[in-house]
């Protein structure tokens, strides 16, 4: 199967005032504008493509800004070479290379944009927009998208309102993020500038939420062309539907799919198939749904919570995860367990779309659960009660209890499952990823269920778990209260040193020492839930 560089090889010797622009170019200039243009010193305002990537090599500045860029240097040196070799687009003049960027260091308003323009005949030039580079800025501002306008859509706008300035024909593209800022830009200029934009190319790009455009997308569908992959999962976001998108096949699964160096194609244009992969349906449904389950306010504090964690283990680009190590791994989710509860239970509510569709809204909406969700003593009266549950069953009580837990999962999910087979006319293909997910449930209930120590172990690391949290939590709320000089309670302590003692004894407890230990975790449970109620009633009254 043939790539971008087939492609480049194949028609790099015809111009575009001989061979007309198509959707296989609008991904060669996606694939450069992700090149660091911007990085060379003194660069002209307008110079070749050709010359542009020379100077690029000849700083040692020659990289991709993809997530992927080490791993794929080889192919992406290639591309290069092809671009460079090839009169179609190596002769072109690249002007106006434009790029901003910030991060949450020095600002909670992070950008991440760039955008480049190509001359292509005297009457026509194409812009292309940068995707998502491999920082942590710019995976933020594309999590903001869920719930609010970000600083890279309006510099696209202005972008675009200063190319068209010249009155020249434009093109506009953009792959990922930039397919978004292309659609933005053209959303929000006047009419006037909207005539000039011949087509507009949106290769594997988010759409719009909701939420933040509830007046839904811009009206170009007579000039987008829009382009996924079989297993699409970023260009499916705020945009579940596919009809009118087409669908390119690609020698990656999954997620790397999004790669454009992926996708296939022939002299003609790109390689298509008839429908989406149920992978990516499954992934996209289940995204979809989570997002519908959760309001702009709490998605804004689960992106704000989870990077503000990210960037305070000193983690800036995508391949700083690869550096961390065990302890910085560690000190990682530390930081990430620490953050507010109301996020955690907004991440909660992902593994639950992916087992029970849009069927736990049903639930979640009702007053009552509403009304729980809300009160903080909640979660503390459950403790408490388990606490007390686990005081009088018998040995063995605590995997009795996630015996029960565990299969009322199981019961769930399956009785999910048949209901959406039901609901397909038992389309097999289509739910795959549905029926798979049930099928490793029931197995992993199955494997659990025969090996009881199994059980026990998972039982101690989630009980460990929980009251590490409780003692790293109050340990955050004992450093708070120093740093303003006020008097700590000392329940506080004692909160601290138990759930710390506890949690690290679980930890590392052989599975007979767990099912012994039933009535002390039981005991630990109800005085822990007693002194954090004690704690809350105490906040509440003070204020």
């Given at each position: 199967?043939?790539?971008?560089?087939?492609?480049?090889?194949?028609?790099?010797?015809?111009?575009?005032?001989?061979?007309?622009?198509?959707?296989?170019?609008?991904?060669?200039?996606?694939?450069?504008?992700?090149?660091?243009?911007?990085?060379?010193?003194?660069?002209?305002?307008?110079?070749?493509?050709?010359?542009?990537i020379e100077a690029l090599e000849d700083a040692g500045l020659m990289r991709t800004l993809t997530v992927d860029g080490e791993e794929k240097r080889t192919q992406?040196?290639?591309?290069?070479?092809?671009?460079?070799a090839s009169s179609r687009f190596g002769s072109l003049q690249v002007r106006d290379i434009r790029a901003s960027f910030r991060d949450s260091s020095e600002t909670k308003e992070e950008i991440q944009f760039a955008a480049m323009t190509f001359d292509l005949t005297p009457d026509l030039s194409c812009i292309a927009y940068r995707g998502t580079d491999d920082t942590l800025a710019g995976w933020k501002e594309d999590f903001r998208l869920s719930y609010t306008k970000v600083p890279a859509q309006e510099a696209a706008l202005s972008y675009f309102v200063h190319a068209a300035g010249n009155g020249r024909h434009l093109i506009i593209t953009g792959h990922s993020k930039g397919g978004n800022l292309a659609l933005y830009a053209c959303r929000y200029a006047d009419e006037k500038t909207l005539r000039l934009v011949d087509r507009i190319y949106a290769n594997d790009s988010p759409g719009f939420c909701r939420d933040v455009f509830p007046e839904g997308n811009p009206d170009v569908s007579g000039k987008l062309t829009r382009l996924i992959p079989s297993c699409s999962i970023v260009g499916r976001l705020f945009q579940p539907d596919v009809t009118g998108a087409v669908i390119v096949s690609s020698t990656a699964s999954g997620i790397a799919q999004h790669g454009l160096l992926t996708w296939q194609m022939d002299r003609t244009g790109p390689v298509t198939v008839s429908s989406t992969d149920p992978a990516g349906d499954f992934i996209a449904e289940t995204m979809a749904q989570w997002i519908d389950g959760v309001n702009p306010g709490e998605r804004e504090q689960f992106v704000d919570d989870v990077f503000g964690a990210l960037n305070r283990s000193g983690i800036r680009t995508v391949s700083d995860f690869e550096k961390l190590g065990p302890s910085g791994f560690a000190q990682l989710l530390a930081k990430i367990t620490g953050v507010r509860g109301s996020t955690v239970k907004t991440a909660a509510k992902l593994p639950l779309s992916a087992m029970f569709g849009s069927s736990w809204h049903r639930i979640a909406d009702r007053a009552f659960w509403k009304k729980a969700e809300g009160s903080p003593l909640v979660p503390w009266i459950l403790c408490l009660a388990l606490g007390v549950l686990l005081g009088v069953l018998p040995a063995g009580g605590i995997t009795a209890v996630m015996t029960a837990v565990l299969s009322l999962i199981v019961i769930l999910e399956i009785a999910y499952t048949v209901r959406v087979l039901m609901q397909s006319h038992f389309d097999l293909g289509a739910q795959r990823p549905q029926v798979l997910l049930c099928l490793g449930t029931i197995a992993t209930f199955d494997v659990l269920l025969i090996k009881q120590d199994a059980l026990a172990m998972l039982t101690s690391i989630l009980f460990a778990v929980l009251f590490l949290t409780f003692a790293y939590r109050s340990l955050c709320r004992l450093q708070e209260k120093k740093r303003a000089g006020k008097r700590f309670p000392l329940f506080d302590l004692v909160l601290t040193l138990v759930s710390a003692g506890y949690g690290g004894f679980l930890l590392f407890a052989s599975a007979e020492d767990v099912i012994n230990f039933d009535a002390l975790t039981g005991l630990m449970l109800i005085l822990v839930s007693i002194l954090q109620i004690i704690g809350l009633l105490r906040t509440k009254s003070s204020s």
């Open positions: 199967m043939a790539n971008l560089v087939d492609y480049i090889n194949w028609r790099g010797d015809l111009s575009f005032s001989g061979v007309s622009f198509n959707s296989l170019d609008s991904m060669v200039f996606c694939q450069l504008s992700y090149l660091p243009l911007e990085d060379l010193q003194g660069l002209p305002s307008s110079i070749t493509v050709r010359d542009a992406y040196q290639s591309f290069c070479d092809a671009v460079k």
